[in-house]
């Protein structure tokens, strides 16, 4: 397994989990969006970097909750798979690319319809391109689930998955534990701005219809909890029965036994979301998966080197791990 070492002055899970947002000068990229309209009336912004050529490799890049292509992480692994010579494009979820959505849904922990509809899309635009996904946090889930769901045909040559919240029921108390409640009260205020802006959106343009299905919601108050807004809004929203059946039905753990695609997860112990018995056993995993877990790293944290030169181990190790598929 590929050795990770915490930078000494990032010593535990939190200030290895804040470095990257709060600290971290951005890369610069030169990127191209393109605007993915979907069967259903809605659409995707995806933003494309590195070669153009019809066989370079293709890494679609997939963001966390309440992230965005702009992610430094996300930044981050565009850049350094450029440097290999490899194309990537990195998707914003609906509504995240700073622009609401036109649907009163949304995007969720296991909006696997939405990543089959991208990769047909880029299979479709770069037939000759081989073809890899590398997903993060809520990113990771999605892709592990349809990775499940699709088997053999993933269309993907490979996959990655980071910090990925395997049970999100136990993610959802995990996150309302000590410190991690500074994460929680973060997500709310942004899932929260996130379904307001949308009922401005449709208010403005005059679409009822739009406007009556998030009013049905109630108000949207008293919200502290991964339970509360998912019980109340994401389960209504996308056809759940309540948060515990969306827990259940878009938790990647059940999907893992059935991926086919060759696939990473790379994981800390010390994840400030992710209770270390909520990790998969190693029986529950396919045959083509490969399991890496370090003793710290926090949640997309995995920053080592020194102050004045951090090095971001994800950055290195993604891009590697999927050349030696090749």
């Known amino acids: ?27 610069r990229l030169e990127r191209e969006r393109e605007r993915l309209w979907l069967e259903d009336g809605d659409f995707l912004d995806m933003d494309w970097h590195g070669p153009h050529e019809a066989e370079a490799p293709l890494v679609l890049v997939l963001h966390g909750l309440t992230g965005s292509s702009n992610s430094l992480y996300v930044l981050g692994v565009q850049q350094n798979l450029a440097a290999q010579g490899w194309a990537s494009v990195a998707l914003n979820w609906r509504g995240c690319s700073g622009e ?25 635009k770069r037939p000759m391109a081989p073809l890899y996904a590398v997903g993060y946090s809520l990113g990771g889930n999605v892709l592990l689930k349809y990775l499940g769901e699709s088997g053999a045909d993933s269309q993907l040559q490979g996959a990655v998955a980071v910090s990925v919240p395997f049970r999100l029921d136990q993610c959802a108390d995990r996150i ?78 059940y ?50 080197g020194s102050w004045r030169r951090p090095e971001y181990y994800l950055e290195r190790r993604i891009p590697a791990w999927l050349a030696a598929l090749k």
């Not at 922990?109 to 479709?124: K, N, P």
């Not at 109630?218 to 389960?235: C, H, I, K, Q, S």
């Open 176 to 253: 309302g534990i000590g410190f991690s409640k500074v994460y929680q009260a973060h997500f709310m205020r942004e899932m929260l701005a996130y379904v307001k802006d949308k009922q401005r959106l449709f208010a403005h343009k005059g679409q009822a219809d739009r406007l009556s299905i998030l009013e049905k919601l109630g108000p949207l108050t008293n919200m502290r909890t991964f339970w509360d807004f998912d019980g109340r809004v994401t389960a209504p929203l996308h056809g759940f029965a309540d948060a515990d059946d969306y827990y259940k039905r878009s938790s990647s753990r």
């Open 100 to 124: 609401p959505n036109l649907l009163p849904r949304g995007y969720h922990s296991g909006a696997s319809e939405d990543l089959a509809e991208t990769i047909r899309h880029l299979r479709a």
């Open 1 to 27: 397994m590929s050795t990770f070492s915490p930078a000494w002055w990032l010593p535990n899970p939190h200030l290895q989990t804040l470095w990257n947002s709060l600290c971290r000068k951005p890369p």
């Open 255 to 304: 999907f893992l036994g059935r991926i086919q695609t060759p696939t990473l997860l790379i994981q800390s112990a010390d994840d400030p979301f992710v209770f270390p018995h909520s990790l998969p056993e190693p029986a529950e995993l396919a045959s083509c998966v490969q399991f890496e877990l370090h003793a710290h790293g926090g949640h997309v944290g995995f920053v080592q």
